[in-house]
């Protein structure tokens, strides 16, 4: 491989790329909304393939509607697959640069790799994962599609009534959901999986430094509960008739945050998702469904409150929780970990080691692959909010250490890197 110790990627053309990316799905309140399968994420899976088609790659969108895009090796010297990427796809009003600075600063890589003519020893991949932010149910569809860890027909349940499932969506954009399985791959074709990504926190922002390198991705434990009440009418049925399944859940909503912050400091839960049945302002609700969320690094920390939840139904008739997943954290990669850092340091990037409290694909990709993460700081720590804010100089800083961490992989990682698996904790 030539040498390429001064090789630079094009900052003005990433910035561009993700303002130009930005529009797509930006609502009048300057949030974006792109949630996975809507017409906006494919108008930015169309952006992206047009792209990726410009920059010479060859182009896949798989079963999974994952978007990959290949910059073949002139002459590859192993079978094994480099892979980077992340996802367009966003929460309601949310920001332009939660998945789409990992995506666009992939493809900076690969068009920088190819105007330079430099040849790696293997071929590139550039993914764009499918529903990571749980448009219609679980999180991190087309990730955990691709690494096979989708439960079986989790893509036939959605999480609310009025929220077609993944296999609806699907067939609207002309897939067959019964293909899904043929996003899988082989975990071994891969040598690695990095992911560039804002820190979604304000920890980098409030020490000075402008990279984080990911050491642990936090565990994720997600429920759906249902509280069953009696449709009634709002302005006949007197008070003490009523079975209101609003006023039936609401305890929990404050209970919830109390067993968590009483379990763990470090530990959050969120009730973000709160649904009624028939959601009508002059019917006292029939029923009400919510969506709880833990998040820890410790599994005995989720597991502890999830039995508080589940002790809290089982008391109370009619109550239903079902698990929409229950991910554990992972570790990430030491060699990768040890490459992103000396990228960092070669770069002149002041760095930290850190864990993510945010979920990410590359927590799919890490179960069986190799993987990597990068952080660059975001204004405030803020993200899932219109507010989400980085400068250009962030994402080209994040952008120019993973191209260095993809070279020096390239140039003489293929034999250190043990293609270990990251350690899943507390499985
Ligand atoms: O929820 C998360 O942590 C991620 O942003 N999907
Ligand atoms: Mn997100
Ligand atoms: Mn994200």
Request: hydrophobic share 40%; charged share 20%; aromatic share 6%.
């Amino acid at each position: 491989m030539k040498n390429t110790n001064k090789l630079n990627i094009n900052g003005k053309r990433l910035w561009s790329d993700l303002m130009e990316l930005g529009r797509i799905g930006q609502q009048t309140t300057g949030g974006v909304t792109r949630t996975a399968l809507s017409a906006a994420d494919q108008q930015a899976r169309q952006w992206l393939l047009e792209k990726m088609k410009a920059a010479g790659l060859i182009v896949n969108v798989d079963a999974a509607m994952n978007v990959i895009g290949t910059l073949e090796a002139d002459e590859p010297q192993t079978e094994k697959i480099a892979a980077m990427g992340s996802h367009l796809d966003t929460v309601p009003s949310g920001g332009m640069f939660d998945g789409a600075l990992g995506v666009v600063a992939a493809l900076e890589c690969a068009r920088t790799l190819r105007e330079n003519r430099v040849n790696l020893p293997w071929n590139l991949e550039i993914i764009s994962f499918c529903d990571e932010e749980a448009a219609h149910h679980a999180g991190t569809v087309g990730s955990r599609a691709m690494m096979g860890l989708l439960q079986e027909g989790e893509i036939h349940h959605t999480k609310n009534k009025r929220t077609p499932t993944f296999a609806q969506n699907l067939e609207h954009w002309g897939r067959d959901p019964a293909q899904i399985d043929t996003a899988r791959r082989r975990p071994e074709e891969f040598a690695f999986f990095l992911e560039l990504h804002i820190e979604q926190g304000r920890r980098l922002e409030a020490e000075n430094l402008r990279i984080g390198v990911v050491t642990a991705i936090v565990g994720i434990y997600r429920y759906i509960v249902s509280v069953p009440g009696e449709p009634a009418h709002a302005g006949t049925t007197p008070m003490s008739l009523r079975k209101d399944a609003l006023v039936e859940a609401a305890p929990v909503f404050t209970l919830l945050p109390q067993w968590v912050r009483e379990r763990n400091p470090e530990m959050v839960g969120t009730i973000g998702q709160v649904s009624l049945e028939p959601g009508a302002s002059n019917v006292v609700p029939g029923e009400c469904r919510f969506v709880g969320e833990l998040r820890s690094q410790i599994a005995e920390d989720m597991q502890a409150v999830r039995e508080q939840l589940k002790a809290y139904a089982a008391q109370r008739e009619g109550w239903r929780v079902e698990t929409i997943y229950e991910k554990n954290s992972v570790q990430l990669t030491a060699p990768l970990i040890d490459y992103i850092i000396d990228a960092a340091k070669s770069e002149g990037f002041p760095w930290t080691r850190m864990p993510s409290g945010a979920g990410h694909d590359a927590q799919s990709m890490a179960a069986f692959v190799p993987t990597g993460m990068i952080f660059v700081p975001c204004r405030n720590g803020v993200s899932h909010s219109p507010a989400e804010l980085i400068e250009e100089d962030n994402a080209t800083e994040g952008c120019q250490v993973l191209l260095r961490t993809l070279l020096q992989l390239s140039a003489r990682g293929r034999e250190s890197l043990c293609v270990s698996p990251a350690v899943p904790r507390h499985q």
